[in-house]
């Protein structure tokens, strides 16, 4: 995934920043790679910022499901957002970390807390990843994630299976650099919200 140049006048995002300004909890995905037009369509909802790879952006929402039911019905009103836009994916939670290891504890903890929602389901984890090539592996920390989660459904008696073909529910895992934004989707939502991309 190659990097590019940040637009003139837009704001970087900053991973040592820190707070706001490194705190995002969406990732966008550009078809044309007009960060104005793009910023243009999502100001209502917050302050896009560039990431330096090519067509992907940031932001942070106040509410990420009323995000997500709101920027569909935007799209519902005006399908031609997609001619910009290509992906959105709203994080139910955010970290930053430093290394696959915090990577791999914090992650494991936030999706634990998820156990209930996939009691006795069919799931996968898939995660998408910018940045820190060599650092984490994608295969390997869907793998690790994937054994943890059916480990735990299994010693709470609501086993669950992995299922790429038709799962019930899919965590989608948008990493950019040193920040990691989880979400957990239903398959109603998966097919509702068309911007995820395919998890």
């Known amino acids: 995934m190659g990097e590019t140049a940040i637009p003139a006048g837009a704001e970087p995002y900053d991973a040592q920043a820190g707070g706001e300004k490194a705190g995002w909890n ?16 999502l100001r209502r909802w917050g ?9 992907v952006l940031v932001m942070r929402v106040a509410d990420a499901a009323r ?11 005006s399908p031609g957002i997609l001619n910009v836009i290509s992906h ?3 994080a139910r939670a955010a970290f930053d970390f430093h290394g ?11 999706v634990r807390g998820w ?3 996939l009691a006795g389901k069919r799931f996968h984890v898939r995660l ?3 940045g820190l090539k060599g650092v984490l592996s994608t295969p390997r920390e869907e793998t690790f994630l994937d054994k943890g989660l059916l480990e735990a459904l299994q010693a709470a008696d609501t086993p669950g299976r992995i299922d790429f073909d038709d799962p ?18 239903s398959r109603d939502e998966l097919r509702r919200y068309g911007f995820l991309g395919r998890p």
């Open 47 to 55: 302050r896009v910022r560039s990431t330096g790879f090519y067509h």
């Open 88 to 90: 959105v994916v709203p």
């Open 67 to 77: 995000f997500a039911a709101e920027f569909d019905a935007a799209l519902a009103e």
């Open 128 to 130: 998408h990843r910018r």
């Open 100 to 110: 696959a290891a915090e990577f791999e504890a914090r992650a494991a903890e936030t």
């Open 168 to 185: 019930d529910a899919v965590i989608q895992i948008e990493i950019v650099n040193g920040r990691a934004g989880l979400s957990l989707w």
């Open 26 to 41: 969406v990732v966008i995905t550009l078809n044309e790679g007009n960060f104005f037009e793009a910023q243009r369509l």
């Open 115 to 117: 156990l209930g929602e």
